[in-house]
C-alpha cells in the first residue's frame, strides 16, 4: 500500500497521475466498498469516509479491511485535521474517523508521500 497525502489543493491529484501513469483511478466519492477493495488507485479517499458516515456506516474497521483485501491500493487523501476544530457535530467525527483511519493505513503502508505545493516528500519508505 501507498499513501500520498496533504491539504487542499497541494496537487495531490497530479503528483499521483504523474508518478503512477498506468493505474485507473477511482474516485473515493462515489465509488462502492466492493470497488474500494479491488481499486488500484483510489482520489480523495476521504470522500469515501465522507459517504460512508453520511449514509450511517461505521468506519471502525476498514483501515482492517483494506490491508486484508487491497493491501496494493494507493489511496490520495486530504489532511482534514488542520485547523480550526469543526462546530458542526457531523464534521468532528468525519475529521477524527479520517485521521485514525488514515493513522492505521499509514503504519502499514510501505511508503507515503506528503505532497505540498505539487512537490511530493515521502516520510515513509520501508
Do not use: H
Request: net charge negative.
Amino acid at each position: 500500500m501507498e499513501m500520498i497525502i496533504g491539504g487542499a489543493y497541494q496537487g495531490k491529484e497530479a503528483y499521483a497521475r504523474q508518478n503512477y501513469p498506468g493505474i485507473m483511478w477511482k474516485d473515493g466519492a462515489t465509488i462502492s466498498r466492493e470497488e474500494l477493495m479491488d481499486a488500484r488507485g483510489v482520489l480523495d479517499f476521504q470522500e469515501f469516509i465522507r459517504k460512508e458516515l453520511k449514509l450511517g456506516g461505521s468506519v471502525t474497521d476498514l483501515a482492517e479491511e483494506i490491508i486484508r483485501n487491497n493491501p496494493d491500493v494507493i489511496l490520495v487523501c486530504q489532511e482534514v485535521g488542520y485547523g480550526v476544530v469543526p462546530v458542526d457535530a457531523f464534521d468532528r467525527e468525519y475529521r477524527e474517523a479520517v485521521g485514525r483511519v488514515c493513522t492505521e493505513l499509514a503504519s502499514f503502508s510501505r511508503k507515503v508521500t506528503r505532497v505540498t505545493c505539487g512537490i511530493g516528500t515521502v516520510i515513509k519508505n520501508d
